[in-house]
T-cell receptor, first 117, second 114 residues
Framework: DAMVIQNPRYQVTQFGKPVTLSCSQT?????MYWYQQKSSQAPKLLFH???????NEADTPDNFQSRRPNTSFCFLDIRSPGLGDAAMYLC????????????????FGAGTRLSVL | AQTVTQSQPEMSVQEAETVTLSCTYD???????LFWYKQPPSRQMILVIR??????QNATENRFSVNFQKAAKSFSLKISDSQLGDAAMYFC???????????FGTGTRLTIIP
């Protein structure tokens, strides 16, 4: 089935040690998103790519970076994880643009739960 | 800025009964989309139902329906014949036309009582 795949499901890193989370999609969607979700809270958008265009949220810390080498893959890099960065990280995709065929629906991966020791 | 408010942090319902989850939003836009997403424990978030603001008719998807009141900026979700598998966190979300960003509410945790 077409889907959004996040690897790994669980990631443990040490305080200050760089970590990369991965997301791939088989939906051929042109928009990809990264969200941070802390326990029992709403997902918080960190940034998104519209095609190759990177869109950073104003309140996303510089510690968070992203790469999108091609349509299918997107990476979240946390340069120096702190204890406050422990969270679930969700990747999502959507088909951006206008037209009746565009349903404006975001499809989510299962998430990567990041622990920082 | 758009905001989405879910005033019920937790709700519970007896299996097979009907429950309504509330959502209000604030926007100055006329063209937008509203969504209800479901996030079961330790599982991925999935779309439950979607409503385009320009449509007056309320969206329905099997046991799920919405009551969309555009003037009141209200978008409630009704779940009929509740099932154990409906237990999840439910998020109401808003998307402005032409903008790719979703704004989520704080969520309502729904418990189904057998």
């Amino acid at each position: 089935d077409a889907m959004v795949i996040q690897n790994p499901r669980y990631q443990v890193t040490q305080f200050g040690k760089p970590v990369t989370l991965s997301c791939s999609q088989t939906l051929n969607h042109n928009v990809m998103y990264w969200y941070q979700q802390k326990s029992s809270q709403a997902p918080k958008l960190l940034f998104h790519y519209y095609d190759k265009d990177f869109n950073n949220e104003a309140d996303t810390p510089d510690n968070f970076q992203s790469r999108r080498p091609n349509t299918s893959f997107c990476f979240l890099d946390i340069r120096s994880p702190g204890l406050g960065d422990a969270a679930m990280y969700l990747c999502a995709t959507s088909r951006g643009g206008g037209g009746a065929e565009v349903k404006n629906i975001q499809y989510f991966g299962a998430g990567t739960r990041l622990s920082v020791l | 800025a758009q905001t989405v408010t879910q005033s019920q942090p937790e709700m519970s319902v007896q299996e097979a009964e009907t429950v309504t989850l509330s959502c209000t939003y604030d926007t100055s836009e006329s063209d937008y989309y509203l969504f209800w997403y479901k996030q079961p424990p330790s599982r991925q978030m999935i779309l439950v139902i979607r409503q385009e603001a320009y449509k007056q008719q309320n969206a329905t998807e099997n046991r799920f329906s919405v009551n969309f009141q555009k003037a009141a900026k209200s978008f409630s979700l009704k779940i009929s014949d509740s099932q154990l598998g409906d237990a999840a966190m439910y998020f109401c979300a808003y998307k402005r036309f032409g903008n790719e960003k979703l704004t989520f509410g704080t969520g309502t945790r729904l418990t189904i009582i057998p």
